[in-house]
Nanobody, 125 residues
């Protein structure tokens, strides 16, 4: 059974950076498109970024373009989300999700079959 595990969250000041990681112990992710979602208190879960199986195509939410970068290292079975210039509105629980297909519906929660437990990111001074 595929289980996704996120790490790298924490407390950071506005303008700071964090790098999140997503892996799946005992399961290869190289045939899965992987996305990062986030959910703030009282808000719906929203897509942040998505990457294709080979890492050659990506999608980003408008709110994070130019600040966040999604990447993957299939040899290490890990997907990353580099977050720079963080803002208080980026505060949320961040989840990684896996899907068998990569496409324009990447931002839809229902496009994904597997989810991690999430990691908290708090941006505050």
């Amino acid at each position: 059974q595929l289980q996704l595990v996120e790490s790298g969250g924490g407390l950071v000041q506005p303008g700071g950076s964090l790098r999140l990681s997503c892996t799946a112990p005992g399961f290869s992710l190289d045939r899965k498109a992987i996305a990062w979602f986030r959910q703030a208190p009282g808000k719906e879960r929203e897509g942040v970024a998505c990457i294709s199986t080979r890492g050659d195509s990506t999608y980003y939410a408008d709110s994070v373009k130019g600040r966040f970068t999604i990447s993957r290292d299939n040899a290490k079975n890990t997907i990353f989300l580099q977050m720079n210039d963080l803002k208080p509105e980026d505060t949320a629980i961040y989840y990684c999700a896996a899907a068998g297909r990569f496409g324009s519906s990447w931002y839809r929660v229902r496009s994904y079959d597997y989810w991690g437990q999430g990691t908290q990111v708090t941006v505050s001074s």
